[in-house]
């Protein structure tokens, strides 16, 4: 049984920084894709950032350069260091796990950014 717990949301001020952390359960988390990603109120829950097996990173344009995913294999977890905190950034962030053809989501954690 596969489960991905989020944690480090919360408030922050506008140009602050947050780490989001995702602990999975289960096996397989070291040949596994992990992303993080976002829905805001009323909008399409959409990717932020993604990191392969081996480590390879991807981003949203819009997060470029202020977020930054990684992965401790050893922790079964996987980061999404946050700086430079817009308003814009404020929805509840989940986790995704991607093995092979399934994949798997965690509850999500909220991040508010006030302005």
């Known amino acids: 049984q596969v489960q991905l717990v989020e944690s480090g949301g919360g408030l922050v001020q506008s140009g602050g920084s947050l780490r989001l952390s995702c602990a999975a359960s289960?096996?397989?988390?070291?040949?596994?894709?992990m992303g993080w990603y976002r829905q805001a109120p009323g909008k399409q829950r959409e990717l932020v950032a993604a990191?392969?097996?081996?480590?390879?990173?991807n981003y949203a344009d819009s997060v470029k350069g202020r977020f930054t995913i990684s992965r401790d294999n050893a922790k079964n977890t996987v980061y999404l260091q946050m700086n430079s905190l817009k308003p814009e950034d404020t929805a509840v962030y989940y986790c995704?796990?991607?093995?092979?053809?399934?994949?798997?989501w965690g509850q999500g954690t909220r991040v508010t950014v006030s302005s």
């Open positions: 990191i392969t097996s081996g480590g390879t990173t």
């Open positions: 995704k796990k991607t093995e092979g053809r399934y994949y798997y």
């Open positions: 289960g096996s397989g988390f070291s040949v596994s894709a």
